[in-house]
């Protein structure tokens, strides 16, 4: 019994010893800050079948259907544009980069 038990202990030490490595390193983590840079985003305003763009030089203007589908895209080209749409009666969704509008032509 004696010799079992040395056995047990002996063998216990080893799992023990060998499951955490003395001259492991420690592990080293780097964490940078990212940058996040705020644009300012664009402005929509609907007036009738016209909509006026700011803030939106060089993004397009895309106008989808309520099935999802998109019916006509506009080209952004200064910073504050006007754009006529040419759309049949109905509701739309106005997208420019991030910002999503409703919109309802009569």
Known sequence: MNRKNS?????CAALLTLGTPALAAPMVMEMGVAEQIDEPAPQLSVDGNTVSVQGAAGMTLEAVSMTGRVVATYKIEGAAQRIELNLPKGCYILKVGKVVRKVTVR
Do not use: E, P
């Not at 056995?7 to 063998?11: G, H, I, K, Q, S």
């Open 7 to 11: 056995l047990m202990a002996l063998c």
